[in-house]
């Protein structure tokens, strides 16, 4: 369907009353989360069709992603108003969020995504802003994988990371997750195919050079 014009504009439609919400929108975990998992599609978005409006939320995405940015690279757990369905729930699972402010990162909801949107970001502008945060965010994931002499564990990384004491994080109240549970098809398989977008940069770009061309069938 590559090149349909309705394809385009049956995602176009559902994308623009999302960013319409934006960035009230009905979140599960966090604020964070919904600002990190909105840098792919967003990044899709203008590379499929070229509008300047797009280009912006891209841009105003990450700038309100600064505002969760850990000098170690991490984004950081953060919701305004504690909205999120996940926040401080008891019984079940719960955001990784106690407080505004705690130095703990996600990598079940929200980091995951960040390699994959950052690079996505990067070969649809062009713009090195991108690709550098990739390899700020890339230094924090090097630096939370996990390293074990259990092979389930080697390489892999747990879903909650105190950036500070640079230790696997989890809540007590979280009955969904404990602290080493491991996703490999929800974070590890992410984060991996994020940075190996990064490590192939070169290759890959030449995959993003013009706008694609719809045509109405």
Same mark, same amino acid.
């Given at each position: 369907m590559e090149g349909d014009a309705r394809c385009v504009? !049956?995602?176009?439609?559902?994308?623009?009353? /999302? /960013?319409?919400? +934006?960035?009230?929108?009905?979140? #599960?975990? &966090?604020?964070?989360?919904?600002?990190?998992? %909105?840098?792919l599609p967003v990044s899709w978005l203008y590379f499929a069709t070229g509008k300047e409006q797009?280009?912006?939320?891209? +841009?105003?995405?990450v700038q309100d992603m600064e505002a969760f940015r850990h000098p170690s690279g991490a984004y950081l757990e953060w919701d305004s108003d504690y =909205? *999120?369905?996940? =926040?401080?729930?008891?019984?079940?699972?719960? &955001? %990784?969020? *106690?407080?505004n402010g705690d130095p703990v990162a996600d990598l079940l909801y929200s980091n995951n995504w960040v390699p994959l949107g950052l690079m996505q970001a990067y070969f649809v502008t062009r713009d090195p802003l991108f690709y550098q945060l990739f390899l700020s965010h890339a230094k924090f994931l090097a630096a939370a994988q996990l390293h074990s002499p259990?092979?389930?564990?080697?390489? *892999?990384?747990a879903r909650g990371y105190d950036v500070e004491m640079g230790q696997v994080f989890g809540l007590?109240?979280? !009955?969904?997750?404990?602290?080493?549970?491991?996703? =490999?098809?929800?974070?590890?398989? #992410?984060?991996?195919?994020?940075? %190996? =977008?990064? !490590?192939?940069k070169d290759q890959l770009t030449a995959f993003y050079h013009s706008q694609p061309q719809t045509e109405p069938m």
């Open positions: 504009q !049956v995602g176009e439609t559902g994308m623009r009353a /999302l /960013l319409r919400a +934006y960035p009230k929108t009905i979140r #599960e975990q &966090s604020e964070t989360e919904e600002a990190c998992r %909105l840098l797009d280009r912006a939320m891209l +841009y105003r995405l =909205s *999120a369905a996940c =926040s401080k729930t008891e019984g079940g699972e719960c &955001s %990784l969020l *106690a407080q259990n092979p389930i564990l080697n390489g *892999a990384w007590p109240n979280d !009955v969904g997750w404990g602290p080493w549970a491991i996703e =490999s098809g929800w974070t590890v398989a #992410e984060i991996a195919a994020g940075l %190996l =977008s990064g !490590v192939m």
